[in-house]
């Protein structure tokens, strides 16, 4: 986590040297669709679809901040009838060219299980999450880009223990 931490704020230092021009759109909305798998020696689940959007405000031509949202649904949530992830928090992006850019979030996770009988089960916890994604198609107001995405989720409520998770996404990010 340190180096993670590390790299942003060298890649943050280098921002400095790049200045946005009046003309350059300054808001960027994404929406993103994608599947992902659970990492570690204890899966709670194999297979999940994602889809998920953010809202950012670009600081410098390479950097924006802003908030997302993310809904992680587990294909085979048997013996539960349902099992979802819901995560809302802040997130920062990067560009580090053209076409390559990393996405940072943190925030918070809600984790609900339902079962057959009615019972339901529903915690919440810290989440943190990156993207490293590279622009396959790009137009002047949007582009598509292919990202690998890895998220970890902490519980804090009545259970312990940690999810992660990672896969791939495709986002359509669009600007004015």
Avoid at 18 to 39: I, N
Avoid at 54 to 61: A, G, I, M, V, Y
Avoid at 64 to 72: E, I, K, S
Wanted: charged residues 15%; positive net charge.
């Amino acid at each position: 986590m340190v180096h993670w931490l590390a790299l942003v704020v060298v890649l943050l230092s280098l921002d400095v040297v790049w200045t946005a021009s009046a003309s350059e759109p300054r808001w960027e909305a994404s929406a993103d669709v994608g599947g992902v798998h659970t990492v570690g020696s204890d899966p709670v689940f194999d297979w999940a679809v994602c889809g998920g959007g953010s809202l950012l405000l670009r600081l410098r031509q390479r950097f924006g901040v802003g908030v997302f949202a993310a809904y992680r649904q587990i294909l085979d949530s048997a013996p539960a009838s349902s099992f979802w992830y819901a995560d809302i928090g802040a997130r920062v992006r990067f560009s580090f060219t053209e076409r390559l850019w990393l996405r940072m979030d943190t925030g918070w996770s809600f984790r609900h299980i339902g079962m057959r009988d009615g019972y339901s089960n529903t915690v919440s916890g810290f989440m943190a999450g990156t993207g490293l994604g590279v622009i396959v198609l790009a137009r002047p107001k949007w582009n598509l880009s292919l990202a690998a995405a890895y998220h970890v989720t902490w519980r804090t409520q009545s259970e312990v223990f940690s999810t992660q998770d990672m896969g791939l996404s495709m986002a359509w990010t669009r600007w004015w």
